[in-house]
């Protein structure tokens, strides 16, 4: 069990570019999450898939972000004209959910950097 | 504002010390979770424990959680360098599935 596996784990972009960041969920899972880190604003929930539907893009800034999950084995987060304010640790994580709220596993991430 | 929020934002002991990281939280819940993060990783989950149980361990840790005064710890004895990170708890809001995050609280062990 090779856990989340999350590519590229470093991406550099020019302000203005497109990014997309890849989640393999672990086999099996059925709910995948994505998260965004900064030092200033922690751990922010951004959207989750359940059996491949979208279910909550809450945390979603409205504009330029959006998410994927094309088939149960990938998740993808895309960011259009990205900006410098979107320079962040990109989590991915999945978790078995049968019930609920229960154990999520999180990827090693994706560090993105906007120049 | 946070649903759960770590009460320090950085302890530091020696090894071999015990430490307690503390966790308050605003409503009713029907699981709290502790997680770990180490640099350069994700956050790992250390112990889930439900609304109904009071304490629950995991090896060297033991989470206790008090729904009358809505607050949670993570004890952690015999500590050792690598238990140096970031400690978070995290809990789901009402009716919902993703997980909301403290702050963290940064753990250093030193030799």
């Known amino acids: 069990n090779a856990g989340v596996i999350q590519t590229p784990r470093h991406k550099v972009t020019g302000k203005g570019q497109e990014a997309t960041l890849w989640c393999e969920p672990i086999s099996g899972h059925s709910a995948v999450f994505w998260y965004r880190q900064t030092i200033v604003q922690g751990l922010e929930f951004l959207t989750y898939?359940?059996?491949?539907?979208?279910?909550?893009d809450s945390g979603m800034p409205k504009e330029r972000f959006s998410a994927q999950m094309p088939n149960q084995s990938h998740s993808t987060l895309k960011i259009q004209s990205t900006q410098p304010q979107d320079s962040a640790v990109y989590l991915c994580?999945?978790?078995?959910?049968?019930?609920?709220?229960?154990?999520?596993?999180f990827g090693s991430g994706t560090r993105l950097t906007v120049l | 504002s946070q649903l759960a929020e770590e009460n320090s934002w950085a302890l530091s002991v020696h090894e071999g010390e015990s430490v307690t990281v503390n966790c308050s939280y605003k409503t009713s819940i029907t699981a709290l979770q502790w997680y770990r993060q180490k640099s350069g990783k994700g956050p790992a989950q250390l112990i889930l424990i439900r609304s109904n149980e009071r304490e629950k361990r995991n090896g060297r840790l033991r989470a206790t959680l008090d729904t009358s005064s809505q607050s949670s710890s993570l004890s952690i004895t015999a500590t050792r360098c690598e238990d140096t990170a970031v400690y978070f708890c995290a809990t789901p809001p009402s009716g919902s599935w993703q997980l909301i995050f403290g702050s963290g609280t940064q753990l250093t062990v030193m030799p």
């Open positions: 898939f359940r059996n491949q539907a979208p279910i909550d």
């Open positions: 994580a999945s978790s078995l959910a049968p019930q609920g709220p229960e154990t999520l596993y």
